[in-house]
């Protein structure tokens, strides 16, 4: 088979985050077959594939399209050496309609002036001629995500692509719009051109996909034909067997249930549920892990509990108050506490210094202030506090914090949310791209909050992280829970099960969509 | 209500139109010619203007500036011509290009050196406010107005066909050629954005800034070339004030109604075909502000109904805002009802099962 | 800490002393157009703008040497030198408004919302003041009995003069609060961008102004320009320099009351609310980052509406204290002179800064007033204008400047990389 795709040795750091986003990457694409890349969030597949398609320029390594070598330094000339990308945030023009979003920038004109009925025509043709019908005079904004993502298709194969690109396809799409995308898929393929698949819903790559290339933090693991690799498999490959340094903890004393989240309703982007149904319960003193491969709705559902998403159906009660639509700071009146998945712009304030910092969950109560004025003194010592207690090194009362590397801004924001001995403390990913020291002193801090009485929720990628802190498992797919196991009879095996959207009395995977 | 509004939003759009429509017939045959005549004049910067607001911020940037370009045009206009002497058009296209450059000036200081949109605007205006009258003080030696005989103002034209039809000819024949060029450029500027390649690609880059990218469009060219172009709108709409009216240049004569004009292409919802009606409304409550101070007998206050069109301007604006958030709260409850539901069965299934 | 802190002050005051330079020296070239010398136009300008009397050279600024009757000199420190007046006294007449403006903008700015409606709540909080103060005391004359003002008795009068004014403000800084509340609720309740309502708003004010002015308020005294009734002597706020201070030469020819110190009260009160109130840090914080202030738990859009508030209750101060301290009457012109729109360039200028406004207002005030007296010699007061604009550009080309330091420094940075490194080993080591 000759290669449509090749990349060799190619090597991208972004210093400005300090990330190794790929790592010698070795990728061999056939013409003509269906290419899952798989891997979690930041693994590296948006940015490998980001590479090919010439929005980012490595610094290292070498492409071949087609056995020729090639520079692909702008997305126009990936464009002409017959690469397509669609995005998975479609770049569509809302008022626009199909025909002139497809033919934007290589539109039919005489003397400047565009023809809109050859315009039209000629999509209609192109759409005929791949069996993918549209009605070329109908607005985007009118037409649903699934043939939006089909207009997207179209555009590239106008542009004549022999290789497309799908970054993230179904990640908006409704059971039965999935099903006739992977009938589109399937027949481009037929019909000779390449497809790269970028996804981490492993189930999709089972259906699809001919090969399958596995990455993780940066590097390629492996490139398998999809019929030899289990799901399983894939998800092992995909989160890793790293031994994280084992967490010394006693068995959990779980007392009253301090959260409880009933029948959840999340809306997602493009008006799908993020959380269908999930119901779900946090008792004192014990740590609550959510695991599930990234965005099958674990961070909609934190969301929801934490009051940054509003929740459209069901409900969650705290410390038996109803908090399913209270604001964010009653739900922290109330005991809640919650280490965001984004520090960087939710958890911190980059362009205020270390004080201004700390004070955000706590500037309305004495000693911090005091009949509406903030008292300084009280809120220096609260940071002189954490900056002590959690080890925040060359981090000074008053100073700017956008200096501070990663680890010790998460120590930040560990210090803020875990003061006090909060009853319920919500943490997501609360490791991501921490050093080795960093990620155990954060699990110790975790431990010991849950030994002081906190009720923990856990959501975490690492699938060792979740096991080695959890007192309890919930395994979450598709927006739904599939599954609590305790931490005593939890294995791997049957959590890998579980997030690939299987269930454990039967054997294969199955598909209970509504 | 919210589901009434939303189901009808297009009735309803099209029940104002008609309405708006015959309205304005109404009004241009019932209302004394010197009304209707006055309105269309006083329309005119206003057309202009607002479609110089509009070409820019259908390229997806706010111009500010229109004031500072519109009194720049209307000077330039007057010193080419007191100084030449030539024919009053040269003066329209003399302002025009100074509008245009001034267009240029803006977007190189906004795209290339990233100075902030609105300070940028505020600075061109005070500049062009008082470079003005700087220039007009220490170059002609002129005191609050700038006037000479010497300046032509531009000629009234009579149109072939129209000046025989009895009622038409003295509501649509006999202005000056800058009422004419508004109504032009309210066609072309259509045309350009909507039937041409270049107006495709400004709406695209103003309305998905990414889109436009991911298909190679040279985003910052397209909005170079918008901004000139609105610019040069500005410029004539300018002129017009200069050597339209009384062929003479006064401080600060724009008064104020370059940001009127945005307000105008705010209120037309970026349309062309509404900016010309949206400008001859705010023209005729000008007018009838100027008919009644020159009326002793009628008590209406004149100066409140100049503060009516903005009044309505803001209102529409208001009501856009209100549709679109019933819009949102309305996709919500449908999402509850329709996936509670779906959830609801879903658990009585199981229940049943078991 | 302190020696970072004084680096970010000097870094903060580079690049506007640095605008202010290059300012004036771009606007050099509209000097040499007018034929002028533009050294005798800038020390002319200074001279003016923040002299004392006699003030003709740039040394003058600072020490002025004086001939005294007896044929001697005397050499005096300029700012308190001021026989038959100092133009500082002028330039603190005109700053006290642009001080209460600018700060109704930063207010604004600081919670995020880009209001320029100053003008708008300024001239309806003018208005308030004028009516106020007219028809306020003849109520109170009317209630009291007494047939005209100069017939009551004293001990109502000196009650009155305490009274009348601060109704006159309280009310002018509530009609300013509530007409920017406007454009805050429907910024906070419906995402109506508060730029372009507030344009909106302030045309509607002008055009309702000039009818008060032209109308309803219009003096019945028959002159031909529309102006209202001077407002009653118990609602004036003397200056200072009329009654409790004749004497003082230093304040010749400017009318410098107690404006001034509201303006540097509203200051202090300003600067201890946006940095050490619970409210200030509140709108500081939806200001930098609406995602972490909802993380946080604050309640933006309230903090949003109290900035919106606070801002239009300044510029109604404004104009309330513009009216009651300096004009006692208002013009048909007033609505539309733009003192509002001066405060928004001095709060841009000041980039925010509570000090810097201060410093700013009082430069720009100067720099009018130079500006307006250089008429007399040949060149126009636009000179001014044109100088405050170029300062303005400059000002706002932060960004570009910085890159390009940055980028000289980066081809300067490798050559010396190359060339050094053993010393930077050996320095390490």
Redesign the interface.
Same mark, same amino acid.
């Given at each position: 088979m000759p290669k449509a795709v090749e990349m060799r040795h190619i090597r991208k750091f972004f210093p400005s985050s300090g990330v190794l986003a790929c790592d010698d990457v070795n990728l061999s694409v056939e013409k003509g077959e269906i290419h899952a890349i798989v891997g979690e969030n930041g693994a590296g597949k948006t940015t490998l594939m980001s590479i090919l398609y010439g929005l980012v320029q490595p610094d290292e390594g070498q492409i071949l399209i087609d056995e020729k070598p090639v520079r692909i330094s702008h997305p126009n000339e990936a464009i002409h050496s017959g690469i397509g990308m669609v995005h998975q945030h479609f770049k569509l023009v809302p008022s626009f309609t199909i025909a002139e979003n497809i033919m934007l920038g290589i539109e039919p004109n005489k003397a400047g002036f565009i023809n809109s009925t050859t315009e039209a025509e000629t999509v209609r043709k192109l759409a005929d001629s791949f069996g993918l019908p549209i009605n070329p005079n109908a607005r985007i904004a009118d037409i649903s995500v699934g043939m939006q993502q089909r207009v997207e298709i179209l555009k590239t194969l106008q542009r004549n692509a022999q290789i497309l690109i799908l970054d993230e396809p179904t990640a908006v799409l409704t059971p039965q719009e999935v099903h006739e995308l992977y009938n589109v898929i399937r027949k481009l393929a037929q019909g000779g051109r390449t497809i790269l698949l970028i996804t981490h819903k492993l189930l999709e790559v089972k259906d699809v996909a001919d090969r399958v290339s596995v990455m993780r933090r940066g590097r390629l693991i492996g490139t398998h034909n999809v019929a030899d690799v289990s799901i399983r498999d894939m998800a092992n490959m995909m989160v890793g067997r790293e031994v994280i340094l084992q967490v010394e903890k006693k068995p959990a004393q779980p007392g009253d249930i301090v959260l409880k989240a009933e029948n959840l309703l999340v809306a997602g982007s493009g008006g799908v549920p993020a959380v269908f149904g999930a119901t779900l319960e946090v008792r004192a003193g014990e740590i609550v892990g959510i695991a599930g491969v990234s965005g099958n709705g674990q961070t909609e559902f934190i969301e929801a509990i934490a009051g940054m998403r509003p929740v459209e159906g069901g409900n969650i009660s705290l410390l038996g108050t109803d908090i399913t639509h209270r604001k964010v700071r009653d739900r922290r009146n109330t005991g809640m506490a919650h280490i965001p998945e984004d520090r960087m712009t939710m958890g911190l304030n980059l362009l205020t210094n270390l004080d201004e910092n700390v004070a955000v969950t706590r500037y309305q109560e004495e000693p911090y202030s005091k009949a509406g004025f903030l008292q300084f003194s009280a809120i220096r010592s609260f940071a002189q506090k954490i900056i002590k207690d959690y080890q925040v090194k060359s981090a000074r009362v008053g100073e700017e914090i956008k200096t501070l590397s990663g680890g010790n801004l998460q120590k930040v924001v560990l210090g803020r949310e875990l003061d006090g001995n909060p009853k319920f403390i919500i943490a997501n990913q609360p490791t991501r791209g921490l050093d080795v020291g960093s990620i155990e002193f954060v699990h110790k801090t975790l431990v010991e909050a849950r030994d002081k009485g906190s009720a923990i929720l856990l959501v975490s990628v690492e699938l060792d992280e979740i096991l080695s802190l959890s007192d309890r498992i919930i395994v979450m797919f598709d927006g739904r829970i599939m599954g609590v196991l305790d931490i005593k009879d939890a294995n791997e095996q049957d959590i890998g099960i579980l997030m690939a959207g299987g269930s454990l009395e039967k054997d294969h995977p199955a598909q209970e969509k509504a | 209500m919210i589901d009434f509004l939303t189901n009808n939003a297009r009735k309803i759009r099209l029940t104002l139109i008609i309405a708006g429509i015959l309205i304005g017939l109404l009004l241009f045959i019932g209302l004394p010619v010197i009304l209707v005549q006055s309105s269309i004049r006083l329309a005119t910067p206003y057309i202009l203007g607002a479609l110089a607001a509009m070409v820019a911020s259908r390229a997806g940037v706010l111009n500010l500036a229109i004031d500072g370009k519109m009194l720049l045009g209307a000077f330039i206009a007057v010193v080419v011509l007191y100084k030449t002497g030539y024919n009053p058009i040269v003066g329209v296209v003399a302002a025009s290009i100074s509008g245009g450059m001034l267009g240029l000036v803006f977007a190189v200081l906004y795209l290339r050196i990233k100075i902030n949109l609105i300070i940028l605007a505020i600075a061109l205006n005070l500049f062009v406010a008082n470079a003005t009258v700087f220039f007009m003080r220490v170059s002609f030696g002129a005191f609050g107005t700038l006037a000479d005989p010497s300046i032509s103002g531009l000629p009234t034209i009579q149109l072939p066909i129209i000046s025989s039809i009895p009622i038409l000819n003295e509501r649509l024949s006999g202005y000056n050629i800058v009422v004419y060029i508004g109504w032009v450029m309210i066609a072309v500027v259509w045309l350009i954005l909507f039937r041409t390649r270049f107006g495709r690609h400004i709406r695209a880059v103003g309305e998905n800034r990414e889109a436009a990218e991911s298909v190679g469009i040279n985003v910052t060219l397209v909005q170079v070339f918008a901004l000139t172009l609105s610019g040069a709108l500005a410029g004539i709409a300018g002129s017009f004030l200069s050597i339209g009216v009384l062929s003479q240049f006064v401080e600060n004569m724009t008064a104020g109604r370059g940001w009127t004009a945005i307000t105008v292409s705010l209120f037309a919802f970026q349309q062309p075909i509404a900016a010309f009606f949206t400008s001859l409304f705010f023209g005729l409550s000008e007018a009838i502000s100027l008919y009644l101070q020159g009326q002793p007998g009628i008590n209406i206050p004149p100066d409140l109904l100049l503060a009516a069109p903005q009044v309505a301007a803001l209102i529409a604006l208001v009501l856009v805002a209100v549709r679109i958030r019933a819009a949102e709260l309305l996709k919500r409850r449908n999402f509850a009802t329709h996936f509670g539901q779906e959830l609801a069965n879903l658990k009585r299934a199981v229940l049943e099962r078991n | *800490?302190i020696i /970072?802190r004084l680096r970010r002050l000097v870094e903060n005051i580079t690049i506007p002393v640095l605008a202010v330079i290059l300012g004036l020296l771009a606007s050099v070239f509209?000097v040499a157009?007018?034929n002028a010398d533009p050294i005798q136009t800038y020390r002319n300008l200074f001279c003016e703008g923040f002299g004392p009397q006699g003030c003709e050279t740039f040394s003058d600024l600072v020490i002025i040497r004086v001939e005294q009757e007896d044929g001697t000199s005397q050499s005096f420190f300029s700012p308190f030198y001021g026989e038959n007046g100092h133009s500082l006294a002028i330039v603190i007449e005109r700053a006290t408004i642009l001080i209460l403006t600018a700060l109704s903008a930063t207010v604004a700015f600081k919670a995020g919302m880009?209001s320029i409606g100053m003008d708008g709540q300024l001239v309806l909080g003018a208005l308030t003041a004028v009516f106020l103060g007219v028809w306020l005391p003849k109520q109170i004359y009317a209630l009291a009995g007494v047939p005209d003002a100069d017939s009551a008795p004293e001990a109502l009068r000196t009650i009155m003069h305490l009274i009348v004014p601060l109704i006159c403000i309280l009310a002018a800084m509530t009609v300013g609060a509530f007409y920017s509340w406007i454009a805050g609720f429907?910024k906070v309740?419906?995402?109506?961008n508060e730029?372009?309502?507030t @344009?909106?708003?302030n $045309?509607?004010a002008?055009?309702?102004a000039?009818?008060l002015i032209?109308?309803p308020l219009r003096s019945p005294d028959p002159n031909s320009t529309p102006r209202t009734d001077r407002i009653d002597d118990t609602a004036w706020l003397i200056p200072f320099n009329r009654v409790l201070l004749p004497d003082v030469e230093w304040l010749e020819g400017a009318r410098v009351g107690i404006g001034i110190v509201f303006a540097l009260i509203a200051l202090v009160v300003i600067g201890i609310y946006l940095y050490?109130?619970?409210?200030g840090?509140?709108q500081? *914080?939806t200001r +930098? $980052?609406r995602?972490?202030?909802?993380? +946080?738990? @604050?309640?933006s859009d309230r903090a949003a509406i109290r900035a919106m508030l606070i801002s239009g209750a300044l510029s109604g101060l404004a104009g309330a204290i513009q009216i009651l301290g300096v004009d006692r009457r208002v013009v048909g012109e007033f609505a539309?002179v733009g003192y509002g729109?001066d405060g928004?360039?001095v709060a841009?200028l000041a980039r925010e800064s509570i000090a810097g406004i201060l410093l700013v207002a009082c430069f720009y005030a100067g720099l009018q007033q130079g500006a307006t007296n250089l008429q007399f010699g /040949?060149?126009?007061r636009?000179?001014? +204008?044109?100088i405050?604009?170029?300062i303005?550009?400059f000002n706002? *080309?932060e /960004?570009?400047f910085r890159s390009n330091i940055a980028r000289l420094q980066s081809r300067i940075r490798p050559n010396r990389g190359q060339a050094a490194p053993e010393s930077a080993s050996g320095a390490t080591s």
């Open positions: - | - | *800490m /970072n509209f157009l007018a880009f429907l309740k419906l995402n109506v730029l372009i309502s @344009i909106i708003l $045309s509607i002008t055009q309702v000039i009818w032209a109308f050490r109130t619970t409210a840090y509140e500081r *914080m +930098g $980052s995602l972490f202030a909802r993380f +946080g738990g @604050i309640p539309s729109f928004v360039l841009i /040949n060149l126009p636009q000179l001014g +204008g044109i405050i604009a170029f303005i550009l706002s *080309m /960004n570009f």
